[in-house]
């Protein structure tokens, strides 16, 4: 989502231009994303993240 990209302040004046900005906002949410989902491993202390970088390393050399 753009948050960041409004820095200024801005008028909506007018029943027109109010309608057009609670429709736009409106439409905005309504057009989401869709989730796609993904497998996940956490790793927990240093036995494990040690064992998952000599994998990596072993899958990157098997890969050359």
Do not use: C, W
């Not at 753009?2 to 302040?9: D, E, L, Q, V």
């Amino acid at each position: 989502m753009a948050t960041s990209s409004i820095t200024k302040n801005f008028v909506i004046s007018g029943q027109k231009q109010v309608e057009m900005f609670a429709d736009a906002i409106e439409a905005s949410a309504n057009d989401r994303t869709p989730r796609v989902p993904i497998n996940v491993t956490y790793l927990q202390g240093a036995d494990e993240i040690i064992k998952f970088m000599e994998k990596r390393k072993k899958t990157d050399a098997a890969g050359e």
